[in-house]
């Protein structure tokens, strides 16, 4: 590309992204610089730099889950955008060409334009991104989250400049004015990768000497808890590695001593130091073959926040929320700390190597660091290939045995160099079997069934088949792809273009490691267990039978020396030693001293094991499940038999006291003090751990509970109203017991109210006040039965219900109670919750204050902790939903046919639409007060010109607001909706300094708006208003009809602003939703139940642009099919006995999916019954009679439910009598269908091949269906302070700070390993990011690994046909490609293909960009016709969903050209060529860079063309004697194919030449110069202002109050 595009392609990118692009777009496009010269060299170096643009939106359709997209939660922080943007960080140097690409396309410009758009637009608009809500649609949504993002940026906007520090000395700012609101400085980058990649990609730091002074830019985090910077040593030492600085928590919770036993996969992940960075890569602490890392000194600088900022987990004191200032989260928030008292710790963590001595092997060396405990050195151990068989020894130095829970630096003596003996201790009982256990799971490491089964947090991954290994390694092997030769491109025939295939075995293709290499026919317990007391004495612990490879049969006796042969046999009983007894203190040396079968295939199983990447082993937080699953083998496992047949609830049996209790363990970790970040991190990893936990024990439970493997507490009662206790949990049905839900709606409103009450606990949780506590809450879906586990609150269970409870009312409003402390509590959560204290009257007529539902009740437990349950109506009622005689509703909502009566009365507006509406509010307020205070100025200039002279003392912020604005520094309307702000304030602290007419302007602005305050912007809702039963007092009559009016208004935004707002973000392609989890996730980020799910199609069937939404509709269509399916199924599941389970499910498939037409419910032939009698009862029934009506149901039944199911419930006209109907009609694909309804309702079928069309038999057999699993719902804990790291981290990327936005995402991934362990959905979307920054940066290798993590990850956590998981694979295979190994990325993107055909089908906008992809990498290993295929594919799907005049469609034109430019078809290229030309001329016009380009290219495939002629008829002419010309049929080099990659991808470079640098710095300095202007005349405000809130609050010290954050 020539110089002069820069130019261009610049103005072209800030109109496309900043004015015409919706806010929620994607990639923001600043300008990224590919290797700014290091931080030390001089501005005007002459060479040219070459600049790197992430163009999303100029080239590419946004990727699903783009790498940066804004989230909804950051919605509030639209009014501080302005400051935001002006306060940008500013420095000098080198760092100018980044800021120029900053400045030049998001300042001022993109305050004025977002804030006069998006006032209209009402999708607001949101400063920081949130890549982070990806996988879990409730992500964001709690009001904390929203709190915390307000305040993302505003550490840009307090204008931290450099520091300069030395290495060893603390932290001192370089500028004494800004003193009082610095930080230290965190030092935690100890992380190999970043120093390697700065080395990489020429990003390091020039340095003289380690021990200078170091001027650094360094970045803030919008947490405020602490900045990192990178040392001078970090950059120097490339070398220094990470250290394995894992510290067990000490909490009964976490720690359990054997961990490291029963959960051989996560060894050393479950517990980690807060206080330390973990490595991403995590390879130190679980692959021995990494042992040997080089330490180094670390310095950490913890401390707390300062004040003026907002946390999600606020600080220690949490006197914040007490004395807001914020009006609805829109003013700054003050923490009530002094920020001078930082507190630091400064840790000297100086790794050191220790000598292992172990019996039977070579002395090794193992670095461990100061923090660790022994504990770790344990798991270490029993991890490593030579030592893995060990699991009872202890660790001695010196002779002295160390303690497993002393930490090292703890134990005197043990020094660099110091020997550690690992000595074998004698076996107890509870050690012998821990022993079994542990050799059982490394026998079983490679064997992926207790994935398919959904057994202890295991999940699937498969890349490794398609990489044919690990990426990481390829580096060392030879690279693919040198040698064109090697490289078979061939797709598989399923996944070429118009195929209608869509075969279901290569979902999970057969992994070669899964062959397991037999070391054992059995090993099991033996039947002559437990020993008699007379072998006791002997020391026999108990008996295992084994049965080995050879065939031997041997009874094996573990005493308290260890394991040794006897002599029983399966009927005799003789447990005296065989000869040779063989005595050995393992079982894996016992046995392979007795088959050499087992010896060989285990040290091979071992090296396999160790081999693989971590995350392929590691455990997830939470349970996978997989919809399909290979005939497996039922193979005979001890360990199994013993879990199923003994008490075992948990790892109750390794923790003293038996059962766990779970109430206490919740409750106490989120008492732990949370003042710092260690603390918080500390906090949050033990929250995070308890709920993980919380959550497999009641699923477990729950399903027990369904299976009929519990008693009842209330075992006389009819099953319905049956409750039951398990392992401290309790349990109870979603049935409406004893008419509690009467008016609500019966049954069904017993079942929706779990899911309710779950996500007010969720909210509850994230606001987090301390001294209000919330029950552990899980829901559990299983067999058509709704369960809800609850946590017991201490005491409940002696006393009645009407004693206990001191808040709220147990009657739904007749009896209703009130306490004061409850009330002080519940009035913290009230701002952020946007709920509204009020009075009700009670049976007595009595008045009676409360601060939500009346349905919430309040109990003191025995524990004397304040409990809040039942917060089903947490939220405001949805007045679409639920009719109520007398009332109006808006205009927007009778025309869409509102209010509906819905089956129940339970229906609540979402979080997120609470919020949005809020935010719409704000934006009307401020519109409002801005306008009439620009009339009332303009009134008042005309009268008496006083104001400039500053004379009228109350309107000298006006004044200076006004001069600027005349001075045209910035936008007029900025300034109003700033001085708006400062206004409110004024007034909020009550000085009496404001006019009256200026007080009058915020009331009646107020008024307008519906604020409850009429001094300041605060709207709230009342939870009670049309509740039935629920009385108000008269005095509060005009207060409830604002309320009404309100709650209406909410009703019709969700209508008018926020469907038509998802539908437009569809057509911009900034959401792509690709199956139904994800458009429900989008729905739920814009607050759209899934009930309005048949009024959303309906919306998206009558809009204009209909068939570029083809792909949504589908997604709906198919959405509203699977879930009135699965209503259905619930209802008939529960009338199934368990015997005829697998019977009924295929028989409901078959109705649902199969072309059949009749299938006959294939009742299981009783097994027990004689053969002659069978044949009299071919068709007998199941059971008693009421068991088998389900056998009865037919398809044209089904479909008929379905179809008045989406009328009942979604309110939308389906017509279909059939599956066929509906794949005809709709395009939907039945393979698709079959996979969501098996999502949902959990069930796991065969793999195999289905053939849904065949009319002459079912689809399904019994026999297809293997299991049926628990679908669980949540809460999902989060790690505060690391996302706010991401967050930062992304706001620098989008600025063009690239190394810093790369420093804080691996700040944020350390903080995230820290609480959630290795694996988690926020980890992916940190991993791909980093990626993303590693491969803009140059760093190919570092971003193939981090990627490769990613996609694991994402496969583990959220499933390996996840959408995200789809994007992961795309992301993957353009990383390998750039690296050389082209078969690798063929066959990622072929496995990418193939799951998105599965998921959706070919017909989606993604497809476009896959088959893009797909037909370059072709495209360069020359294969033409098939590179052709897939481009023309592409071609048709842009043109379909973009139109056929936009830039995606010319791009796609172009491909196409030059592939027929490859094959010598000129007239083929010149013909897409010319198409290519035309839209570029007509969108970008004839000077623009892109219309020349083709215009170039046009003149050169005529050139060809003509050449290619002139040669053909001379071959005519002349025959063999023809003086041919040769022809230039030029193959595709490797890079221009990954510039055009990198196009399509988003990803655009641009070369700039001296010229271009020089006119980037002179811009830059002017907007510097201006913005220094504009700061300055800010100043003495921001001083009057400071004042003001210092007499509001003497909390604060004025020094404190930064001057951006005057006006925020």
Known sequence: MGNSIFANCCRHVTDLIFQTHSFNSAERAPLLPKSPISCTASPDVSLPVQMKLDVSEACKCLPLYPDIILSNASNESLQKWPEYVQGLPKEKGSEETMKACENSCSKLSVAVASLIKQTEASSALAVLPG????????????????????????????????????????????????????????????????????????????LADPGVQLKHKTYASNLGSCEAAETPESNHSVKAEKSQNIQEMVLSVITDENTHVIQDKSTCYLLTNPAVDLDPDLEVSILPSKQKKRRRKRKLCFLEHPSGMALMNGDGSYEHLKEETRQNGHEEVDPGDDANDQEVIVIQDTGFTVKIYAPGIEPFSLQVSPQEMVQEIHQVLMDREDTCHRTCFSLQLDGNVLDNFAELKTIEGLQEGSVLKVVEEPYTVREARIHVRHIRDLLKSLDPSDAFNGVDCNSLSFLSVFTEGDLGDSGKRKKKGTEMEQIDCTPPEHILPGGKERPLCALQPQNRDWKPLQCLKVLTMSGWNPPPGNRKMHGDLMYLYIITVEDRHVSITASTRGFYLNQSTAYNFNPKPANPSFLSHSLVE???????????????????????????????????????????????????????????????????????????????????????????????????????????????????????????????????????????IFFSLGFDVRDHYKDFGGDVAAY??????????????AVDVEGLYTLGTVVVDYRGYRVTAQSIIPGILEREQEQSVIYGSIDFGKTIVSHPKYLELLEKTSRPLKIQKHKVLNDKNEEVELCSSVECKGIIGNDGRHYILDLLRTFPPD?????????????????????????????????????????????????????????????????????????????????????????????????????????????????????????????????????????????????????????????????????????????AFLLSCQIPGLVKDCLDHTMLPMDGATLAEAMHQRGINMRYLGKVVDFIAKTPARPQLDHIYKIGISELITRSAKHIFKTYLQGVELSGLSAAISHFLNCFLSSFLNPVAHLPADELVSKKKNKKRKNRNLGNADNTA?????????????????????????????????????????????????????????????????????????????????????????????????????????????????????????????????????????????????????????????????????????????????QEYMHLALYCFANSQLSTALNLLYRARYLMLLVFGEDHPEMALLDNNIGLVLHGVMEYDLSLRFL??????????????????????????????????????????????????????????????????????????????????EIYKNGSNANIMPLKFTAPSMASVLEQLNIINGILFIPLSQKDLENLKAEVQRRQQLQEAVKNSKQLEAEDVVSEEREAEPSIPSAEVPPAQSSA
């Open 131 to 206: 890549d982070l809500e990806k996988g879990s649609a409730t992500q964001l949504n709690h009001s904390q989250s929203l709190e915390a993002c307000q305040n993302c940026g505003k550490l840009e906007a307090n204008g931290l400049d450099s520091k300069s520090f030395n290495q060893e000395e603390p932290v001192v700012p370089a500028d004494k004015r800004a003193a009082a609101h610095r930080m230290p400085i965190v030092d935690w980058q100890q992380n190999r990768d970043i120093s390697e990649r700065g080395k990489a990609s020429n990003l390091e730091l020039s």
């Open 590 to 728: 016992l046995l392979n001293q007795i088959s050499p079968t087992f010896k060989r295939n285990f040290s091979a199983l071992q090296k396999k094991r160790v081999q693989r990447h971590p995350f392929e082993r590691i455990a997830t937080p939470f349970q996978v499940y997989s919809w399909t699953a290979p005939q497996a083998e039922h193979a005979m496992d001890c360990v199994r038999a013993e879990d199923a047949y003994t008490s075992r609830l948990g790892y109750e049996e390794h923790i003293p006291g038996q059962t766990r209790d779970w109430n206490e363990e919740l409750q106490t970790t989120r008492e732990l003090p949370r003042k710092n970040l260690p603390e918080r991190l500390l906090r949050e990893r033990a929250i995070f751990k308890v709920h993980s936990d919380f959550t497999a024990a009641a699923t477990r439970g729950a399903m027990a509970v369904i299976d009929g493997n519990v008693m009842a507490i209330n075992p006389s009662e009819e099953t319905k109203m049956q409750m039951f206790i398990w392992n401290n």
């Open 752 to 765: 929706v109210a779990p899911t309710n009450d779950l996500n007010g606990v969720r909210t509850y949780n």
């Open 879 to 1051: 007045l679409n939903f639920l009719p109520v005689e007398g009332e109006e509703m808006p205009e927007e909502c009778k025309k869409m046919g509102f209010p509906k009566q819905h089956r129940h009365k339970l229906c609540c507006l979402r979080q997120e639409l609470v919020d949005a509406f809020v935010e719409h509010r704000y934006l009307l307020f401020m519109k409002l007060a801005a306008l009439q205070l620009m009339q009332q100025k303009a009134s008042k200039q005309e009268n008496l010109g006083v104001l400039e002279n500053g004379a009228s003392a109350e309107n000298g912020t006006v004044g200076s607001e006004k001069s600027e604005s005349d001075d045209g520094k910035i936008e007029e309307n900025v300034a109003g909706l700033d001085q708006v702000k400062e206004l409110a304030e004024t007034i909020a602290s009550d000085d009496g300094t404001v006019d009256p007419k200026s007080r009058e302007v915020i009331q009646n602005a107020c008024k307008a708006v519906g604020s409850i305050s009429d001094t300041s912007f605060d709207i709230r809702f009342n939870p009670d208003i049309f509740s039935p039963g629920v009385r108000f007092p008269e005095s509060s009559k005009e207060e409830m009809q604002d309320q009404k009016q309100l709650l209406k208004d909410a009703a």
């Open 1190 to 1366: 389900w056998a009865s149901m037919t398809p044209q039944e089904l479909w008929k439910n379905i179809c008045s199911e989406a009328k009942n419930y979604f309110d939308f006209h389906l017509e279909c009598e059939n599956v066929d109907q509906a794949a005809e009609v709709c395009n939907l694909q039945k393979i698709t269908l079959l996979r969501e309804i098996s999502l949902k309702t959990g069930i796991q079928i065969l793999l195999k091949e289905y053939n849904f069309d065949n009319r002459h038999k079912p689809t399904f057999t019994e026999e297809d269906i293997l299991n049926i699993f628990p679908v669980v719902k949540h809460v999902n804990p989060k790690a505060s302070d690391a996302f706010h790291f991401f967050q930062s981290g992304q706001a620098k990327v989008q600025q063009g700070f690239l190394k810093e936005g790369c420093e804080l995402i691996n700040e944020a991934l350390n903080l995230f390993n820290n609480v959630y362990g290795a694996m988690h959905v926020e980890i992916c979307a940190c991993l791909r990011l980093l990626a993303r920054l590693n491969y803009i940066m140059g760093d190919y290798s570092e971003a193939l690994s981090n990627q490769q993590k990613a996609v694991l990850m994402s496969e583990r956590v959220l499933g390996i046909e996840h959408p995200n998981t789809i």
């Open 1432 to 1513: 023309e594919n592409a071609l048709a799907i842009n043109s379909k969903y973009h139109g056929s005049k936009s830039l995606k469609v010319a791009l796609s034109h172009h491909l196409v050209a030059r592939v027929y430019e490859s094959k010598a078809e000129f007239r083929s290229a010149l013909q897409h060529e010319k198409e290519g030309y035309t839209i570029y001329k007509n969108q970008l016009g004839e000077h623009h860079e892109k219309t020349k380009e083709s215009s170039e290219y046009l003149k050169y495939l005529t050139q060809q063309a003509v050449a290619l002629q002139r040669t053909m008829n």
